[in-house]
């Protein structure tokens, strides 16, 4: 038996007070961060928001790069929203990864192939997986370095994208001890200069200081 429709006047439907806004602010994210599946993202989406997690949303628009193909996985706007959500944790577990990957739309083969580079037991190092993914959006061991730098930097867009100088060597040399055509005094030479130069600038290295 059909169910009959009911008529309600405007005084009998309660609006919650803050629904407007909260659908003004996921409407803007969507728009923002632009995600795959719409779906899976507002998932992502309350599920944080309820449990008072960083919110999967990108800083701003991202626009595709000539090189980028049409199905684009990770982005660097995309890597700086696991940072924020994962990095305070300091080892994050391989589940709890996959879902934050999965809630940003990207492919889980692209997940699987990065942890495939280090032996990951009992967690996954967030440091370590976090220059694994610069490393795939870079191609080469410097550009790698200038998307960490420009992921991690307190400095406004545009400006020196400066970080610690320990966190650059841990990244530079766990990343270059990645690849077997880097021989060792070649990092070890590059670092001590570049500590160096920082040295004169309270520590930082932005990415004038190694960029080519």
Same mark, same amino acid.
């Given at each position: 038996?059909?169910?009959?429709?009911?008529?309600?006047? =405007?005084?009998? +439907? %309660?609006?919650?007070?803050?629904?407007?806004?909260? @659908?003004?602010?996921?409407?803007? =994210?969507?728009?923002?961060?632009?995600?795959?599946?719409?779906? &899976?993202?507002?998932? *992502?989406?309350?599920?944080?928001?309820?449990?008072?997690? !960083? $919110?999967?949303?990108?800083?701003?628009?991202? @626009?595709?790069?000539?090189?980028?193909?049409?199905?684009?996985?990770?982005? !660097?706007?995309?890597?700086? +929203?696991? %940072?924020?959500?994962?990095?305070?944790?300091?080892?994050?577990?391989?589940?709890? $990864?996959?879902?934050?990957?999965?809630?940003?739309?990207?492919?889980? &083969?692209?997940? %699987?192939?990065?942890?495939?580079?280090?032996?990951?037991?009992? *967690?996954?190092?967030?440091?370590?997986?976090?220059?694994?993914?610069?490393?795939?959006?870079?191609?080469? $061991?410097?550009?790698?370095?200038? %998307?960490?730098?420009?992921?991690?930097?307190?400095? !406004?867009?545009?400006? =020196?994208?400066? +970080? !610690?100088?320990?966190?650059?060597?841990?990244? #530079?040399?766990?990343?270059? *001890?990645?690849?077997?055509? +880097?021989?060792?005094?070649?990092?070890?030479?590059?670092?001590?200069? $570049?500590?160096?130069?920082?040295?004169?600038?309270? #520590?930082?290295?932005?990415?004038?200081?190694? *960029?080519?």
């Amino acid at each position: 038996m059909p169910v009959p429709d009911v008529m309600f006047c =405007a005084q009998q +439907i %309660h609006v919650p007070p803050e629904l407007p806004d909260i @659908m003004k602010q996921f409407t803007k =994210a969507a728009i923002r961060t632009q995600p795959r599946d719409v779906l &899976q993202w507002s998932y *992502g989406y309350f599920y944080a928001l309820s449990n008072g997690e !960083p $919110l999967p949303v990108k800083d701003r628009v991202e @626009m595709p790069v000539a090189t980028q193909k049409n199905d684009t996985g990770l982005t !660097p706007g995309l890597l700086k +929203i696991l %940072h924020k959500q994962l990095s305070e944790k300091g080892t994050v577990d391989i589940a709890e $990864l996959q879902k934050k990957w999965k809630n940003l739309c990207l492919p889980m &083969q692209q997940l %699987h192939n990065l942890l495939r580079l280090d032996e990951f037991v009992e *967690g996954v190092e967030w440091i370590k997986f976090f220059a694994l993914a610069c490393s795939a959006l870079g191609g080469s $061991l410097l550009s790698s370095m200038k %998307h960490a730098c420009g992921i991690l930097t307190n400095d !406004p867009d545009g400006g =020196a994208a400066r +970080i !610690p100088y320990d966190t650059f060597a841990f990244i #530079y040399s766990y990343l270059a *001890g990645l690849d077997e055509e +880097i021989p060792e005094e070649e990092v070890e030479t590059f670092l001590k200069a $570049l500590k160096e130069a920082s040295s004169r600038k309270e #520590y930082m290295v932005g990415v004038a200081d190694f *960029g080519k």
